[in-house]
């Protein structure tokens, strides 16, 4: 299993483009979500979907989309990057809420100028 | 205020000394509990759940007091391999909250 993967590991925007940051999982995990880590603030939660076709914001939600046609993606949408979105994103998947370990991939790291 | 509160550190020890993390949320409600570890420039990595029986893996023991909402984690016996930052994780509904992290430095 490659377990959880995002695409891209790096990337520099400019203010007002837009892009998506890729993640997929082959666990066949149901939750899945997105965090930002900024330096010392931990990680915050952006958007989460419960299985296929949900999703549900989260504590920093403004600035993203998400969509989820299939349990194994998830891509995260930047509508027009500002640089208070320079940040390390992290995508988790885990096979439910509640006691269940969160897996969490590599990360991509986003700066905007 | 925040959903999860941690002493940021840094905590320098020796090896082989004992170190205690503490961690507070605010959420009476809140469903469970973890610890994770995260390596520099690296994503979290779950180090442990924790029960409020307390529970023990090896040299880590991590205890849960509903009543006063603290969490806390014992590392015992400290290898420089556990140097690393220990994030407090909580979940409320479907949603986790992170803590900010306390960093361990663990020198020889």
């Known amino acids: 299993n490659a377990g959880v993967t995002q695409t891209p590991k790096f990337q520099v925007l400019k203010t007002g483009q837009s892009m998506t940051l890729q993640c997929a999982q082959d666990m066949n995990h149901e939750y899945m979500s997105w965090y930002r880590q900024d330096p010392g603030m931990g990680l915050r939660l952006i958007h989460y979907s419960v299985g296929a076709g949900i999703t549900d914001q989260g504590e920093v939600p403004n600035g993203y989309n998400v969509s989820r046609s299939t349990t194994e993606d998830f891509p995260l949408r930047l509508l027009s990057a500002a640089p208070s979105q320079t940040s390390v994103y992290f995508c988790?998947?885990?096979?439910?809420?509640?006691?269940?370990?969160?897996?969490f991939g590599p990360g991509t790291r986003l700066t905007v100028t | 205020r925040k959903e999860v509160e941690q002493d940021p550190g840094p905590f320098n020890v020796p090896e082989g000394a004992t170190v205690a993390f503490n961690c507070t949320y605010s959420n009476s409600a809140s469903q469970s509990f973890f610890w994770y570890r995260q390596d520099c420039r690296k994503e979290p990595k779950l180090l442990m759940s924790v029960y409020s029986s307390g529970n023990e893996d090896g040299r880590f023991t991590a205890q849960l007091n509903r009543a006063s909402q603290y969490i806390s984690l014992l590392i015992r016996d400290s290898k420089l391999s556990d140097s690393a930052t220990y994030l407090c994780v909580v979940n409320n509904f479907n949603k986790f909250y992170f803590g900010s992290g306390t960093k361990l430095n663990v020198k020889p």
């Open positions: 988790a998947s885990s096979q439910g809420v509640g006691s269940y370990e969160q897996y």
